[in-house]
């Protein structure tokens, strides 16, 4: 079987967080600067180098924990879905097939791709993976 190899990156969302906490970042940081100007103008630049620094840690910790958060709830969503598999096999093979009968097959079709996808234990287990990072596992 040949390798693929793709030369474009598959997520993007580090560029979202810099784009938005570089925003939020310039947004507050110039209105504090134009609240300060006028009371402080003396120390103005280690006001606003202060602001800057401040902000910066702020926004790194905001979107460190947040990440961390939403990487530790998708953990949870994978290993209950896992714990399903093993313990209760026959309410998830149901779960797989309304999930590809509302996609629109039907009959033996759908009973051979159902049988398909959790013949194999790994193979079960991969596909709820890759179904938790698309979609909303669980809710």
């Known amino acids: 079987m040949e390798q693929i190899n793709e030369q474009h990156p598959h997520r993007g969302d580090w560029l979202r967080e810099i784009v938005f906490g570089l925003n939020d970042g310039l947004v507050t940081t110039l209105v504090f600067i134009l609240a300060v100007s006028g009371a402080a103008p003396a120390h103005l630049v280690l006001i606003v180098l202060g602001e800057v ?8 910790l905001g979107g460190y924990l947040s990440a961390r958060t939403e990487q530790e709830v998708l953990e949870k969503r994978i290993a209950t879905e ?5 313990h209760e096999p026959e ?6 097939v309304a999930i590809y009968r509302n996609k629109g097959l039907s009959g033996p079709l759908l009973h ?26 669980g809710d």
Do not use: D, F, P
């Not at 896992?82 to 093993?86: A, G, L, T, V, W």
């Not at 051979?112 to 596992?137: F, Q």
């Open 53 to 60: 620094l401040a902000g910066g840690v702020s926004m790194a």
């Open 82 to 86: 896992k714990y399903e598999i093993r």
């Open 91 to 96: 309410e998830e093979r149901a779960e797989l």
């Open 112 to 137: 051979r791709v159902v049988s398909h996808l959790t013949a194999n234990e790994e193979r079960w287990r991969w596909l709820v993976s890759i179904a938790c990072r698309v979609v909303s596992c």
